[in-house]
Every structure is written in structure tokens, then in C-alpha cells.
């Protein structure tokens, strides 16, 4: 039991303090694993993908992100998947979820074009005062004439407030 309380403790002292972390006039870089065998679209069941991405807190809890990524796919038929990106994060105060929005452009086959709306719910879990593992949920949009590219999938992540 006396375990149990002080892990309890632990977590809610790393909750507390992480929202320092979130204040106007911070910055953050951050990179992701994305797929990772749970990543589902509509051409292929297997993506793996590396993203990358830099954010600036405009105001406290809100954060303005651009991200780029490159995605592999296990099908012929798909060519690997660049994208370019912009969106923000809000942080609800007291604790690391947050909740994200964002537009990426997708280019793709060589010949494949498609702006993509999304959004994403994660955690951004403090190993120490600077630096989070953020596990997030997201799902992007495609709009073209076939909605294949549409995905759903899980991202692991770390990520660097200062």
C-alpha cells in the first residue's frame, strides 16, 4: 500500500509540474515513430513512418506545430508517403493530455497530391522536466475522389519543452 501512495504521488507531482511546461513563449522539438503495425488505411495494413516536429507556445497551454514525416509501406503498389504539415496543440492545465489539429500536404506515387485535415489525442508523459515519451491517437483525411489514404494509427514519440 505504501508503494502504491507514493507512486501516486509521484505521478500527480510530474502532472503538477508539467504544466509549467506548457507556457506562452516556450518551444518544443519532438520526433516520432508513427504506424508502428498499428496504422490502417485503406491500400495497406502496414506503414511505418518518422516525423518530426517544432512548436511554439502563442499563448499558455496553446502551441502553434509544424511537423514534416516520411512514411514506408510494406505494398508495391504504394510508394512511399512524404508529408508537410501545420496544425496546434491545446494542453489541458494540471496534466499532459492534450488535444491536436492540423492540415498536411501528402505527396505520393509520384503523381499523388492530397491536402489532408486531422487530429490527434495524446499525453505528453514528463521522464524529467524537459523531457516527455508523448503516445498519441490521430487520424488524417483524405478528400480525393478515393478515400484510401484516410488513416487512423498510433504514434510514440519524445519530445523537448524548454
Known amino acids: 500500500m505504501k508503494k502504491i501512495l507514493i507512486t501516486l504521488a509521484l505521478i500527480m507531482g510530474i502532472a503538477l509540474s508539467a504544466n509549467a511546461q506548457f507556457e506562452q513563449k516556450k518551444w518544443y522539438a519532438g520526433a516520432s515513430l508513427t504506424g508502428l503495425n ?16 517544432g512548436g511554439y507556445f502563442i499563448k499558455d497551454q496553446i502551441m ?17 508517403h512524404f508529408k508537410l504539415g501545420a496544425g496546434g496543440r491545446y494542453y489541458f492545465q494540471n496534466n499532459g493530455v492534450f488535444l491536436g489539429a492540423n492540415v498536411q500536404f501528402l505527396h505520393a506515387n509520384h ?35 478515393h478515400s484510401d489514404y484516410s488513416t487512423v494509427g498510433l504514434r510514440i514519440g519524445f519530445g523537448i519543452y524548454k
Do not use: C, W
Request: aromatic share 12%.
Open 38 to 53: 498499428l496504422s490502417y488505411n485503406g491500400l495497406e495494413k502496414l506503414r511505418l513512418g518518422v516525423q518530426a516536429q
Open 64 to 80: 502553434l506545430l509544424g511537423q514534416t514525416s516520411i512514411e514506408l509501406s510494406d505494398n508495391d503498389a504504394v510508394a512511399n
Open 111 to 145: 503523381n499523388h497530391n492530397d491536402v489532408m485535415p486531422g487530429f490527434e489525442v495524446g499525453y505528453a508523459f514528463f521522464i524529467n522536466g524537459l523531457v516527455t515519451i508523448e503516445p498519441a491517437i490521430y487520424y488524417q483525411q483524405s478528400f480525393q475522389s
